[in-house]
């Protein structure tokens, strides 16, 4: 049997806690920066707010499991956090949840001499987002954008979508 990667098996950990203290994931990273590895936890309430005591809650619990099943091999910094009001997109079901809400992407590559996009989410499948944007529609391919996040226009009060 295929040993999970080191994201899968940090999931696997995390979720029962988060369930059982109402609460979901909303993604793990496990990345490098600099010389230091993290494995990053972003988690949010099923109803309400999140609190920093539920991330304190959530960490002291997972930091446990951690320790006692040891699945990563090398040194790193736990961090447990919300995915914050503009939260990157990335798993098919976020972009399903956020389906009418505004949108803030960048492509890796320019796209008629810009990176940099707002638009509404309109749909999404096949590894492509449509965004509505001013002038009518754009089709993205996931792929090739380097971020896409919720946009949140604080000039307007800042309601969503």
């Given at each position: 049997?295929?040993?999970?990667?080191?994201?899968?098996a940090?999931?696997?950990?995390?979720?029962?806690?988060?369930r059982?203290?109402?609460?979901?994931?909303?993604?793990?990273r496990?990345e490098?920066?600099?010389?230091q590895?993290y494995l990053?936890?972003f988690?949010?309430?099923?109803?309400?707010?999140?609190?920093?005591?539920?991330?304190e809650?959530?960490?002291r619990?997972?930091?446990?499991l951690?320790?006692?099943?040891?699945?990563?091999?090398?040194?790193?910094?736990?961090?447990?956090?919300?995915p914050?009001?503009e939260r990157e997109?990335?798993?098919d079901w976020?972009?399903?949840?956020?389906?009418?809400?505004?949108v803030?992407?960048?492509?890796?590559?320019?796209?008629d001499?810009k990176?940099?996009?707002?638009?509404?989410?309109?749909r999404?499948?096949?590894?492509?987002?449509?965004i509505g944007l001013?002038?009518?529609e754009?089709i993205l391919?996931?792929?090739?954008?380097?971020?896409i996040?919720l946009?949140?226009?604080?000039d307007?009060?800042?309601?969503r979508g």
């Amino acid at each position: 049997m295929k040993k999970p990667n080191t994201v899968d098996a940090a999931r696997a950990l995390i979720e029962p806690i988060l369930r059982e203290n109402g609460m979901a994931l909303w993604d793990v990273r496990f990345e490098k920066e600099g010389g230091q590895w993290y494995l990053r936890y972003f988690i949010e309430r099923i109803q309400g707010s999140l609190t920093i005591e539920d991330c304190e809650r959530a960490s002291r619990a997972v930091e446990k499991l951690l320790d006692r099943e040891d699945p990563i091999e090398q040194s790193y910094i736990l961090e447990v956090g919300s995915p914050g009001i503009e939260r990157e997109l990335v798993r098919d079901w976020h972009f399903e949840r956020y389906i009418g809400h505004e949108v803030a992407v960048r492509t890796i590559r320019p796209v008629d001499g810009k990176r940099d996009f707002k638009g509404k989410l309109l749909r999404h499948g096949d590894g492509e987002i449509v965004i509505g944007l001013p002038d009518g529609e754009m089709i993205l391919e996931r792929s090739k954008t380097a971020f896409i996040k919720l946009h949140v226009d604080f000039d307007d009060g800042g309601k969503r979508g």
